[in-house]
Nanobody, 127 residues
Framework: VQLQASGGGLVQPGGSLRLSCTVSRRLNSFDTMSWFRQAPGNQREFIASIRSVGRSFPSNYADSAKGRFSISVDKVQSTLYLQMNDLKPDDTAVYYC???????????????????WGKGTLVTVSS
């Protein structure tokens, strides 16, 4: 099973992008899925996470993302999203998705995968 991130690109300051992270198998459930980013010369930093707690999906954001970014998950589509609004040049980075633990369907069985990372998608905010 893999995570496949997409949706990055070049956007002007103040613009918006929606990143997607698709699980390559049918998503059954997960514990926490997150977005991180890494700018050139910087360490990878946490941006947002979403947990599966019963029927609730509480989210958490880094201060830099609060009020501008929104994380969500569509279990039917097996996809994690990051809606990014009011983008700033400082948001320029490679964005990575992560799943700490998820259950997925393959064949007639349910399998567990831990600590999955997508390959990253580049977001460039520039005029």
């Amino acid at each position: 099973v893999q995570l496949q991130a997409s949706g990055g690109g070049l956007v002007q300051p103040g613009g918006s992008l929606r990143l997607s992270c698709t699980v390559s198998r049918r998503l059954n459930s997960f514990d926490t899925m997150s977005w991180f980013r890494q700018a050139p010369g910087n360490q990878r930093e946490f941006i947002a996470s979403i947990r599966s707690v019963g029927r609730s999906f509480p989210s958490n954001y880094a201060d830099s993302a609060k009020g501008r970014f929104s994380i969500s998950v569509d279990k039917v589509q097996s996809t994690l999203y990051l809606q990014m609004n009011d983008l700033k040049p400082d948001d320029t980075a490679v964005y990575y998705c992560n799943a700490d633990r998820l259950l997925y369907a393959s064949g007639n069985a349910i399998h567990t995968a831990t600590n999955l990372w997508g390959k990253g998608t580049l977001v460039t905010v520039s005029s």
